[in-house]
């Protein structure tokens, strides 16, 4: 059951984000991501950004490199007394040219690419919370 709508970010992976050979990006920066989304889901439905106290699964399931972009998705599914349980997905929407002889080029795709997919829980305490709208 979900208890809000998906909250969205994309952007592009820099060449700063590669940490491995051939400008790949080290799968933390998804998690990374990740935790943006779940701030704004958070500020959204309690008006505080609140904590990420765990992940319960995480699954790496393509390649992300410098230059893709990626669209970071989020949503709470169930909401206890402080805590916020959530579920993440990492999409790459456009893939950076990874031929030598069209650095520059790059691919929209058709069908986005899941990358990357996580569930945790976060926390916001009660004398944190406020009255919001408890709908994102």
Request: proline share 4%; hydrophobic share 45%.
């Amino acid at each position: 059951m979900e208890l809000s709508g998906d909250v969205v970010i994309r952007l592009r992976m820099s060449a700063h984000d590669a940490h491995y050979g051939g400008d790949l990006v080290d799968g933390a920066r998804m998690l990374g991501l990740f935790g943006d989304v779940a701030t704004e889901l958070l500020i959204r439905f309690d008006g505080d950004e609140g904590l990420f106290r765990a992940y319960d699964a995480v699954e790496f399931l393509a390649p992300v490199y410098a230059g893709d972009y990626i669209e970071a998705r989020g949503r709470i599914t169930k909401a206890g007394r402080t805590s916020r349980a959530m579920q993440f997905e990492a999409f790459k929407v456009i893939a950076a040219s990874r031929d030598p002889a069209t650095p520059s080029a790059a691919d929209v795709l058709e069908q986005p690419l899941l990358v990357c997919k996580a569930s945790g829980t976060c926390v916001v305490p009660m004398e944190f919370q406020r009255p919001v709208r408890k709908e994102v």
